[in-house]
């Protein structure tokens, strides 16, 4: 009806829009309009059609018998491709091209509809793949190396050239495997495999037993093509980064942004419309300061902010994006948190159960054959050190002290965890000294003395933070302990200790080497304190809260430190409770002389309280072992005794063993040299979780009944 008034601007424009401008012109000979008047314009635009548009302008010396502004009453059509500066009353249609009735609009809307479907779905494969490629380059960035040492000096390995592969063992109880037993796992990248549809699992292993590293491996082995290549993306969320968040609120397109920033499109991508298939790995839930709370009310749209905590347990039931695939790790004691009825697959990482799996781990990280024979030979004629080597952390501290002590020809061999670790420690500070100070210092009570300013307030920091369940922390809560943030930058004692991480892209955290070095300072503070009369500081650890004397005698501290770590929710205090016990033992004390003024004391009073826990209070199997251990860190071997006395005994007068007790008869057993022929059920007297609590120790016998 007015289509001859229109006139575009007659401007020369690029091939593309030249073609769109001929494809418009057809359009417009349905409306009787001659070409001539319409040009290109560089304003083109896209309408939700897909279909390409040029904006137009009036003619305003076109003849008199044009229809300038045409008018059209309700349930009228106008035809004309502008319409602006027009009239319009009632409602409207609107119908580009030669359709004028009802049949062909429809026709035309479905044809239109199809194109802009295709456009926006080729659209978002095109994002999914350009996000797909990123997230394998940031993967490969972060994972494909292992830093050895700490700081910006540490050792670089790739961690394809080293990984020993470690096998999750479904439904497992707990336990060490001493013999080399062949056992049949599932393989870190067959995690989601199996028979039914697994999309939630959770994977339990005690502190350095190699769970980390095994998100990592099999993150690294998706980016590299070598295995799940069906899975879109992979994301690894670290609760420990996590806790620095605080109580910030966020959607979950706002936190993987956060937490991969490169990543801007995820959503266009289709990532949250269930379009992709994507596996979210949540490492280390027993280091997550706040507990989850799976009865609080869960997130449903990807849209909707909340504390991290909450977007966690949503995407653990499901009620966020339900087909995504989650792994869990934790340590076993934080495990429970989780509701079982939201997990499709239970596992725990057993470390190295093999001897070839331990002499593995050696000859790919020492490249000199011999010395690694000389390595394994001396852990093997060490019997509870070979046992320890099971955890891969454990193996790496092993064999970095081991190294020195065999250069320098030392004869005497740690032979506990703490003595390990106090070794580990002058270590670290006598490479200080050759890298920074240009001298090896041999006096090891010397090298702490001269360094024991510095170490005490990493110790203080330790503890502290440890207090707090954090394992990360910044430059305030370095301040905090009088730590000056610049010089940990360039001091041998830091970096060697320290490794600095830009977590989350904001600032920089730093955190030790491992939390089991942590742990380790942490009790180091503990007896600085108590020498020092500085109780103050200890008084976390007094379960009854009260002010602790200044004559509190040390028994006094480490029953209070026994009964912080029996009643923690997730066991964080565990391997700290190890080390206070074994600190305390005179014979461990020795590579500590210069940072710590020992005064002998005896500790039967603690031992023998740890005994009666043992036998009374109802534990958990990890608590009970844990207390067994901390007994063999003091080399307090009466209730070993006691406990093989039973078992060879034929008459046990009524004696029940508790739960405890069962415990750690089963780990008794699996540490055991000596392989035993029958284990006659009949003769133990105990409760069916008792008896649940021994099935691990079977592979120890050669029969059962």
């Known amino acids: 009806m007015g289509g001859k008034n229109c006139k575009c601007a007659e401007e020369a424009s690029d091939p593309e829009t030249q073609e769109k401008t001929d494809i418009y012109k057809k359009k417009l000979d349905t409306l009787k309009v001659p070409s001539n008047k319409i040009t290109s314009d560089p304003q083109v635009f896209k309408d939700q059609t897909g279909l390409a548009q040029t904006t137009t302008t009036q003619d305003t010396t076109a003849p008199s018998d044009l229809i300038q502004n045409p008018t059209a009453q309700s349930g009228a059509t106008v035809n004309a491709p502008v319409l602006q500066g027009n009239v319009i009353h009632g409602p409207v249609t609107y119908n580009i091209g030669a359709y004028s009735n009802r049949e062909g609009r429809d026709r035309r809307e479905e044809e239109m509809g199809k194109t802009a479907g295709a456009s926006t779905t080729d659209d978002a494969v095109a994002l999914r793949k350009t996000g797909k490629e990123k997230l394998k380059k940031i993967i490969k960035g972060r994972y494909e190396t292992l830093y050895e040492g700490t700081g910006k000096r540490a050792k670089h390995i790739l961690l394809n050239k080293v990984y020993s592969e470690l096998y999750l063992v479904e439904d497992w109880r707990g336990g060490v495997n001493t013999h080399g037993s062949t056992y049949s796992g599932i393989k870190i990248s067959e995690i989601f495999h199996g028979d039914f549809n697994i999309k939630k699992v959770l994977t339990m292993g005690i502190a ?309 070095f942590q742990e380790f300072l942490a009790a180091v503070y503990v007896f600085h304190c108590q020498e020092s009369g500085n109780l103050k500081e200890l008084q976390c650890l007094n379960p009854l809260n009260r002010i602790w004397s200044e004559n509190v005698t040390l028994d006094e501290l480490l029953k209070g430190a026994v009964d912080k770590t029996v009643e923690s929710q997730n066991g964080y205090l565990d391997l700290f409770l190890r080390f206070l016990l074994g600190i305390s033992l005179q014979t461990n004390q020795s590579p500590l002389q210069g940072l710590l003024t020992f005064k002998h004391k005896s500790t039967e009073e603690t031992t023998k309280y740890i005994k009666d826990i043992i036998k009374v209070q109802h534990l958990s199997a990890e608590r009970s072992i844990n207390l067994f251990l901390c007994l063999s860190e003091v080399k307090d071997q009466s209730l070993s005794t006691e406990l093989q006395e039973y078992l060879n005994s034929e008459n046990h007068s009524g004696q029940k063993l508790s739960l405890g007790q069962c415990s750690a008869v089963a780990y008794m057993l699996l540490t055991s040299d000596e392989v035993l022929e029958e284990l006659d059920s009949k003769k133990i007297n105990t409760s069916p979780e008792g008896y649940s609590s021994l099935i691990p120790a079977l592979s120890n016998y050669r029969k059962a009944r």
């Open 208 to 516: 350095g037993i190699g769970k980390t590293v095994s998100v990592q491996k099999f993150a690294l082995d998706w980016a590299e093509g070598k295995s799940n290549t069906d899975i879109d993306f992979v994301f690894i969320i670290a609760f420990r980064e996590l806790n620095l968040l605080k109580d910030e609120e966020y959607d979950l397109p706002g936190l993987l942004l956060h937490l991969y920033p490169q990543l801007k499109h995820l959503k266009e991508a289709g990532l949250f419309d269930d379009e992709c298939k994507c596996t979210f790995i949540l490492d280390g839930l027993d280091e997550l300061r706040k507990p989850l709370d799976f009865e609080q009310k869960k997130m449903s749209s990807i849209t909707e902010k909340t504390t991290v905590d909450v977007l966690v347990t949503s995407l653990i039931t499901g009620a966020l994006l339900e087909s995504a695939l989650v792994w869990v790790t934790s340590r076993p004691a934080a495990a429970d948190q989780i509701p079982p009825e939201y997990i499709h697959r239970k596992t725990e990482v057993r470390g190295f159960i093999t001897d070839q799996q331990k002499e593995e781990y050696f000859r790919k990280r020492i490249q000199d054959e011999e010395q690694t024979n000389t390595i394994i030979s001396h852990i093997k004629n060490v019997k509870t050190l070979y046992i320890m080597c099971y955890k891969p952390v454990f193996c790496w501290i092993t064999y970095t002290v081991l190294q020195e002590l065999i250069k320098n020809k030392v004869k005497e061999i740690p032979k506990t965890l703490t003595q390990m670790y106090a070794h580990f420690l002058n270590i670290q500070k006598d490479t200080k000294s050759k890298k920074y100070d240009n001298t090896c210092q041999k006096d090891l009570q010397n090298l702490l003395e001269s360094n024991r300013t510095e170490l005490l307030k990493l110790a203080e920091l330790a503890f502290k933070q440890l207090m707090k369940g954090s394992v990360m922390f910044n430059e305030e809560d370095l301040r905090e302990s009088r730590i000056d943030v610049s010089y940990s930058e360039y001091s041998g004692i830091f970096t060697e200790i320290f490794k600095d991480e830009c977590v989350l892209y904001q600032s920089k955290v730093y955190c030790f080497v491992h939390l089991s």
